[in-house]
């Protein structure tokens, strides 16, 4: 594809990509361009094949070494062991499938997840607007940007307003570039200078426009550099990274252990094979080398079932740090109220002006009449929903009064201007935004005998009023205009909003979303605070905040105005005292963010905009508007939030702390069972016992068996209700503390000694070996099973948890208990794993025994609750909370 599309003029260009500026393209010739071009994306790297990730697991040193034993003990035992050869390969096989499939669950789960955060295009396709993936543009669709968007491919401006671009990702330039449609420019502009054209995968930073695609996917400028680009990488989560570490430490000492038991063995003269197996078997099965896989499946599931309500997840980290969140820094409109705002009041500085100023509010908005009523942005549809009720159709307004240019609104003017010429002839310039804001572009009050000089008494008068409107909790917009003979010298905002005329003020009413009050109780008790960031007035947003219970008693309220005036450090210090902090612009939102951070919290913070960007990215947690947010927004956030709802931030923080300690529980289970494994055998040895309590195949079985269903079934632990009535985590805490540590080997200690307990009493009972180990063996694999239960839950008693609350450990118990079963019960298995059947009173010795821990476990827990009167508190004891 030749690249001239910016030399050629507009006419041009539409007649080579054989389209039309107003209809678009038909859908059926998008999907034949579609089939034709192939989709808007750029080429990734392909996925390895099932073999490269089956043979992947096979390079694990721990599937190494137990080939390897199967060999030797096939070959060393002369074809006689070829039993237990089988059975090792057979568990390896096993492992391979399980280990396979669990990572294409997880990587399908994020996969979903991705897509669900990928970005849309605004499109025209015959002659409507749509919202389509990005990924189904073609050459010759018409799109439509705006201030935030991505652009999502190549085109050329057909026509635009106050259009800027940040193209630093592709140019270098760091300034943004102002954009506009026109002729063609010389043959060989560079890329940088091609002001008619956008370029895909830059940002767009203010205005509007429409624009022509003129390449998708790898045809781009982008596309053809993107070999070279960095691809957003999912990088480890710290607490992956940790469980990475802990299980390599934990991997060395088992291996020495293992190491000591086989001299142990040899000073012993046994059979140097059978050590060599048991001490490869206890490896295996002592080794926790499932840790990292476990936290990684239990992040994506947690991850999975968030989506479902509402939060997406983008970067796996931010799960964690979720937990940690202290403070939620929300926005106003939308997110703790439901932006659909209803004009309540217009007040005119003298009577008989209420209908020019919603005429002007009208005039001056991007409304559009919709098949129910007017669609957009819900301050500028409740203002044309007004004036219409009132007989001043927006449509009818547009076609006496045709809109010749626009300066957009953006939230720092916190304005908005149009220009129309007059049907007398003349331009007609009206403006809307803050009162403040407008108020400081006038120089004239609109009175009875018309426009009169504004006198320091009106603006004070006029700011009042504001106020009294604010503290009614309304939203409350200004309206000015002017009137010129001729035409606007220019479009720049400057020119435009300059010498006005004050005409009103009109005040709306957006009421709070219902379910926001509960999630703010739930803060309060789970130690996290929540404040509001707006834009909109002071008194506007305390009234609100105030009706939410956001604003306590004692709490302060600060605006942009009053930020400005307070050095950092003082901010710092105070900040804690601010709940709510009005009329901000995206700047001040950044400093608010490092204020919390510097006194040790951990912020989650809502934003929309693009100048959002850099304090999402500054937060510990940012959080994207999913229906409002632009595109930039969302590429910088950690989460999106698909309901643009202050409640789900409050569930996002309660599933994270969930999560985190699904994957506590997880580690709890298999790090007790596997020291209560190497305890037993490592004993045995050292105790000179004749014969091993567990040959190297029951150590293998339950290892498969008896450790992994049940951890994964913690993971999938429903969140316990006491999550959010602790304080949040510290973000350094340690995963291992004291008590932690402590708790995993007193319990792994436990299982270990019940099942020496079991072989014991077998000897002592029956005098044989064979009934021995088979009673040990079946204590072992029983015990952990039903420990798995009393692990479900720190610190609440099972009776109030509910013994089958959770579905998953139902069935990792009963696939256990089954299997477990059919090794002990029929014949056939019994030989293979070398156990005999048991006589009744060793069954019950067996069952007496395996339930012991779940007993002791569920009175430690009701001693250590009647001591500290309340569930003990898993992290700093700290209640931001005032
Ligand atoms: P939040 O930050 O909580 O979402 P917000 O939506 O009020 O609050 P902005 O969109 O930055 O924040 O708006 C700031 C102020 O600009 C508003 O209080 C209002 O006075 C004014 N304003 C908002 N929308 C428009 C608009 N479309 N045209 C003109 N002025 C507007």
Known sequence: MDHTFHSDTLHEVLSRLETDQEQGLSLQEGEKRLAEHGENRLEEAKQAGMLRRVLGQLKDPMILVLLAAAALSFFAGGGQDWLDAAIILLIVL?????????????????????????PKARVIRAGLERRLESSQLVPGDI??????????????????????????????????????????????????????????????????????????????????????????????????????????VLSLVCVGVCA?????????????????LTAVALAVAAIP??????????????????????????????????????????????????NQMTVLEVWTPSPGLRGQALALGTLCG??????????????????????????????????????????????????????????????????????????????????????????????????????????????????AQRNQS???????????????????????????????????????????????ITGDHKDTAVAIARDLNLFRPGDKAIDGPGLDFLPQETLEEEIETFSVYARVTPEH????????????????????????????????????????GTDVAKGAADMILTDDNFATVVAAVEQGRGIYSNIRKAIHYLLSCNIGEILTIFLATVFSFPHAPLSPVQLLWLNLVTDSLPALALGMEPVEKTVMRQPPRGKQDPLFSRAFSLRLAWQGAMVGGLTLLAYGLGLRLTHDYAIANTMAFATLTLSQLFHAFDVRSEETSLFRLGFFSN????????????????????????????????????????????????????????????????????????AVYR
């Open 807 to 878: 579905p998953a450990m139902n069935k990792a118990f009963l696939a256990g208990v089954v299997l477990q079963g059919l090794v002990l019960l029929l014949p056939p298995l019994q030989g293979a794993f070398s156990v005999v059947p048991m006589p009744l009173p060793q069954w019950g010795i067996v069952l007496g025994l395996a339930v012991t821990p779940l007993v002791v476990c569920e009175i430690e827990k009701a001693v250590r609750r009647a001591r500290t009167g309340r569930p003990a508190p898993v992290g700093k004891e700290a």
């Open 260 to 276: 000591v038991m086989f001299g142990v063995g040899m000073l012993q003269h046994r059979d140097i094979l059978d050590m060599f």
């Open 94 to 118: 096993f492992n391979t499938v399980i280990s396979v499939s669990q990572e294409d669950n997880a990587r399908k789960a994020l996969e979903a997840l991705r897509k669900l955060s990928a």
């Open 486 to 532: 001729g035409p606007p010298k220019s479009l720049e905002a400057q020119e435009l909003e300059r010498e006005l005329i004050f005409v009103g003020l009109i005040g709306m009413m957006d009421p709070p979303r219902p379910e926001v009050r509960a999630a703010v109780e739930r803060c309060a008790a789970a130690g996290v605070r929540p404040v509001m």
């Open 589 to 628: 939102k950044m400093r608010i963010v490092r204020a919390w951070q510097k006194k040790g919290h951990v912020v989650a913070m809502t934003g929309d905009g693009v100048n959002d960007a850099p304090a999402l990215k500054a937060a510990d947690i940012g959080c994207a508007m999913g229906k409002t």
């Open 366 to 479: 991007d409304a559009k009449e919709g098949p129910g009523g007017y669609v957009g942005d819900p301050t500028e549809t409740a203002i044309a929903q007004m004036a219409a009720r009132e007989g001043l159709e927006k449509a009818q307004l547009e076609r006496d009064m045709p809109r010749q240019g626009e300066a957009p609104f953006d939230s720092v003017r916190k304005r908005m201007a149009t220009c129309h010429s007059l049907p007398a002839g003349g331009t007609l310039i009206a403006v809307k935004g803050a009162p403040e804001a407008v108020l400081s572009r006038c120089t004239q009050v609109q009175g009875p005998q018309g426009p009169r000089p504004m006198t320091e008494a009106d603006r004070r008068r006029i700011l009042g009023v504001g106020s009294d409107l604010a503290a009614k909790a309304l939203r409350v917009l200004a309206v």
């Open 289 to 338: 080398e499932g840790l990292p896989a476990i936290v990684t499946i239990v992040l994506a599931m947690g991850v999975g079932r968030m989506a479902k309500r509402n939060a997406i997840i983008k970067r796996l980290p931010a799960v964690e740090t979720l937990g940690c969140a202290s403070v939620i820094c929300s926005d106003k409109t939308g997110t703790l109220t439901k």
């Open 143 to 248: 799109i439509l940007l705006e201030a935030g968007d991505y652009v999502p491919a190549d085109g050329r401006v057909l026509w635009e307003a106050g259009l800027q671009a940040d193209e630093s990702a592709m140019t270098g330039e760091s300034l943004p570039v102002h954009k506009r449609g026109g002729g063609g420019l010389p043959q060989d502009t560079p890329l940088a200078e091609r002001k008619n054209m956008v370029i895909g995968g830059t940002v767009i930073t203010g205005g509007r426009g429409r624009v022509v695609v003129t390449a998708t996917g790898m045809d781009t400028e982008m596309g053809k550099i993107a070999g070279l680009l960095l691809r957003q990488t999912q990088g480890e989560t710290p607490l992956q990274r940790k469980m990475g570490e802990v299980s390599k």
